[in-house]
Every structure is written in C-alpha cells, then in structure tokens.
Nanobody, 119 residues
C-alpha cells in the first residue's frame, strides 16, 4: 500500500507563486510515475503535470512555462512550483502516484489541497 499526502495549498493573488508538495510513503520501491491533477468548481479532474521515474516530464498546455514539476527522491517528495498564477488556476490539486506491481500499474491518490487565486 502507498500513502500520498499533499500540502502547500492556500490563497494567492494573481501573478503570485505557490509551491505544492506531495509526500509518499509505503511500498514505493516500484514507483513508476507521479502526477498532479486539478479539479475546479464544476469541472472534471484534469492532468496538470506528469513525471516518470525515468525523467519524462509533460505539462498541460494551460500551465506550460508557468508550472514546474520536480522530485526529491531522498525525501520521497514531489513538488509543483506554480508561478504567474491566474484565477483560472483555482482548483483542488491532487497528487497521484503509480506503482508497478507484478506487471500491473496501481494508482494512489492524495486527499487534495485547495488552491485559490484571487485578489
């Protein structure tokens, strides 16, 4: 089993910055990939950033050039640095990790952290 906990959400003004953290624990020896999703009011949950353990990184078009995903393996923690934030970035942000177990991918979600961009 894997536990995933997000932190770092809050209120930020347009144009400001915020850094989210995602700490993983449990059976992550076969970690495959780590993702950040977000779900705004009345919207579906969308992928924001994706990182594999081999180093592949992808971003949603809406955040390219503004958000950066990174990882500190020693701390079992993933980050999402969000710069030049916009009101449309307001959402609950979720961390998801995938673990390869006996040839199958298992996905684990955090509880989410609220990010509000407003003046």
């Amino acid at each position: 089993q894997v536990q995933v906990v997000e932190s770092g959400g809050g209120l930020v003004q347009p144009g400001g910055s915020l850094r989210l953290s995602c700490t993983m624990s449990g059976n992550i020896a076969s970690l495959n990939a780590m993702d950040w999703f977000r779900q705004g009011p009345g919207n579906q949950r969308d992928l924001v950033a994706h990182m594999t353990t081999s180093g592949t990184i992808e971003y949603a078009d809406s955040v390219k050039g503004r958000f950066t995903i990174s990882r500190d393996s020693a701390k079992n923690t993933m980050y999402l640095q969000m710069n030049r934030m916009r009101p449309e970035d307001t959402a609950v942000y979720y961390c998801r990790v995938s673990v390869n177990t006996v040839g199958f991918l298992h996905f684990f979600w955090g509880q989410g952290t609220q990010v509000t961009v407003s003046s």
